[in-house]
T-cell receptor, first 113, second 108 residues
Framework: EPEVTQTPSHQVTQMGQEVILRCVPI?????FYWYRQILGQKVEFLVS????????KSEIFDDQFSVERPDGSNFTLKIRSTKLEDSAMYFC???????????FGQGTRLTVV | GIQVEQSPPDLILQEGANSTLRCNFS?????LQWFHQNPWGQLINLFY???GTKQNGRLSATTVATERYSLLYISSSQTTDSGVYFC??????????FGTGTRLKVLA
C-alpha cells in the first residue's frame, strides 16, 4: 500500500542552525502539506502546496520557513534558523485532490537544543 | 476559523469495554477524517467520513454533517487501541483543522 515517507525520523539540532525535513508523498497525489505538533498539543497546519506553489499558509509559517518540491518526488520543509520553540513533531501529508482524504507520514521529531 | 472540539478529553477503559468519542465542529465542512495517534506518534488513518456511516472491524464512525458532529465507536476495546484519537475537518480551503483529541487508555 502506498505511503508517505519522511526522513529523518528524529533530528537534533543546535539553536540557530538550518534544518531540512524531507518527505516523499504518494506518487499520484497533487496536494502536499506540512503540519506540526508540539509535545502534548494538537496537530497544527503549517502550509499547503499545489502546482509548485504555496496555496495556503498559517501564521506559524513565517519567513524562517520555506517549502520546496525540488525534483518531482520529494517535498521538503526548511527551517532557516531554528529556535527552541521549533521543537516538535513535523508531519508531511499528501492528498490526491484538494480537500480529499489526506495521508500522513510517520513524522520527524525535531529537537532544538 | 472553524473550531473543532472533541470529547471526552480523557478516557480510561477496561479491556473489552465499548466507547463513543465525539467530535463537534462549528461550521459546515466538506471533509472529515478520524486518526489514531499511536504511542510512537504516528498518525494512522481510521476513517475518511464527510457524511454517513462506515465500519472497519471493531471501529465504526458516523458523521451527521447537517448537525455538525461525528462519532467514533470502539467496541470490545483492546490495549492496542490506547493512544490519542483526533478528528480533523476541512471546509472550503484544503487544509485540515484538527481537534484537541481524546486520550484513550485501555487497561488489561
Amino acid at each position: 500500500e502506498p505511503e508517505v515517507t519522511q526522513t529523518p525520523s528524529h533530528q537534533v539540532t543546535q539553536m540557530g542552525q538550518e534544518v531540512i525535513l524531507r518527505c516523499v508523498p504518494i506518487s499520484n497525489h497533487l496536494y502536499f502539506y506540512w503540519y506540526r505538533q508540539i509535545l502534548g498539543q494538537k496537530v497544527e497546519f503549517l502550509v499547503s502546496f499545489y502546482n509548485n506553489e504555496i496555496s495556503e499558509k498559517s501564521e506559524i509559517f513565517d519567513d524562517q520557513f520555506s517549502v520546496e518540491r525540488p525534483d518531482g518526488s520529494n517535498f521538503t520543509l526548511k527551517i532557516r534558523s531554528t529556535k527552541l520553540e521549533d521543537s516538535a513533531m513535523y508531519f508531511c501529508a499528501s492528498a490526491r485532490g484538494g480537500g480529499t482524504e489526506a495521508f500522513f507520514g510517520q513524522g520527524t521529531r525535531l529537537t532544538v537544543v | 476559523g472553524i473550531q473543532v472540539e472533541q470529547s471526552p478529553p480523557d478516557l480510561i477503559l477496561q479491556e473489552g469495554a465499548n466507547s463513543t468519542l465525539r467530535c463537534n465542529f462549528s461550521d459546515s465542512v466538506n471533509n472529515l477524517q478520524w486518526f489514531h495517534q499511536n504511542p510512537w506518534g504516528q498518525l494512522i488513518n481510521l476513517f475518511y467520513i464527510p457524511s454517513g456511516t462506515k465500519q472497519n472491524g471493531r471501529l465504526s464512525a458516523t458523521t451527521v454533517a447537517t448537525e455538525r458532529y461525528s462519532l467514533l465507536y470502539i467496541s470490545s476495546s483492546q490495549t492496542t487501541d490506547s493512544g490519542v484519537y483526533f478528528c480533523a475537518v476541512s471546509s472550503g480551503t484544503y487544509k485540515y483543522i484538527f481537534g484537541t483529541g481524546t486520550r484513550l487508555k485501555v487497561l488489561a
